[in-house]
């Protein structure tokens, strides 16, 4: 018989992420007399002090720090089997993961959410955002089922399905006072490396990040979503490459001025993508919901920019 359980683990892991033994008794709908008799009975069983304590405060000793950490992949494991359990047994997955690529909005997808809890309001949606190599990495590593709007080639190996939703074309945009709106033909690359750039920083943990549009050297202000890039160069403190979507309507009102540079960027390609093998109802719904609609277009163009 094993002297640790799941229930045990998932006390350690909410004490952990709240502070203390009775924020953790409120998340997990006990009392903290509970949790505190839960904690010392695994210790006996184990014969191992995971905790230290000094007063009201608990901290973990390194055995208990070791139980944590191997034991939060055995939760993650536990959790993904009782979803996979109760998609075969109802078809429809208990929970959904969707990343966004950052250039996108998740209010974009508006209808699409309402569409779909009406025919399937027994699972739950958790949108995330992510951007370049990071949107293929949080789909290998599982933090989503479905990612929209990955750019690029996936990386090697393998293990998922892309289909490309379109392509994004970009403009070199800066601000009319930024020095670079008053240089006359192209912006030659040592002018640029006298500017800030902005740009938009990858989430990626694991795998290489991509640069995209930066020389060596070159001073950046990086920042999480293509929004705050728009923002950041409409306020003249650097320069970059903007989604045309995005830039339209600004350099239409002349809040922006479209530059051309040496090295323009080429189009993106935009890609739908999702674990080979892995696919639930609800993940075919939004699948076959996301080959029907314009996302290049709905998606950007429902963003205000100005």
């Given at each position: ?44 069983d184990l014969g191992v002090q995971i905790y230290d304590r000094q007063g009201p405060k608990v901290s973990l000793t390194r055995a208990g720090e070791e ?240």
């Amino acid at each position: 018989m094993f002297r640790i359980s799941l229930d045990a683990l998932m006390i350690l892991d909410a004490i952990d992420r709240r502070g203390s033994l009775s924020a953790a008794a409120t998340e997990l709908h006990r009392v903290p007399s509970t949790i505190s008799y839960s904690v010392a009975r695994l210790e006996e069983d184990l014969g191992v002090q995971i905790y230290d304590r000094q007063g009201p405060k608990v901290s973990l000793t390194r055995a208990g720090e070791e139980l944590l950490k191997e034991g939060r992949y055995l939760l993650r494991i536990a959790d993904d089997l009782e979803k996979r359990v109760m998609r075969v047994a109802s078809g429809w997955e208990t929970e959904l993961n969707i990343g966004l690529e950052s250039l996108f909005a998740p209010i974009s997808l508006e209808t699409d959410i309402a569409a779909f809890c009406g025919v399937a309001g027994g699972t739950r949606l958790r949108f995330s955002r992510e951007s370049l190599t990071g949107s293929w990495e949080a789909l290998l590593d599982r933090r989503v089922d479905l990612m929209i709007g990955a750019p690029g080639q996936g990386p090697s190996g393998g293990g998922y399905v892309a289909e490309e939703i379109g392509k994004i074309s970009f403009v070199f945009a800066v601000a009319p006072t930024h020095p670079l709106a008053k240089v006359k033909g192209k912006i030659k690359k040592e002018e640029l490396l006298l500017h800030k750039a902005i740009s938009v920083s990858d989430t990626a943990r694991r795998l290489a990040p991509r640069t995209i549009g930066l020389m060596y050297g070159q001073n950046v202000v990086a920042v999480p979503d293509m929004q705050s890039k728009l923002g950041l160069q409409l306020s003249g403190i650097g320069f970059g490459f903007l989604p045309e979507p995005y830039a339209r309507k600004a350099i239409a009102s002349g809040a922006l001025i479209k530059k051309e540079v040496e090295e323009p960027k080429p189009d993106e390609t935009l890609y739908l993508t999702w674990r080979a093998g892995e696919v639930g109802a609800a993940l075919e719904w939004w699948i076959e919901r996301m080959r029907h609609v314009d996302l290049t277009g709905r998606l950007i163009e429902s963003i205000s920019v100005v």
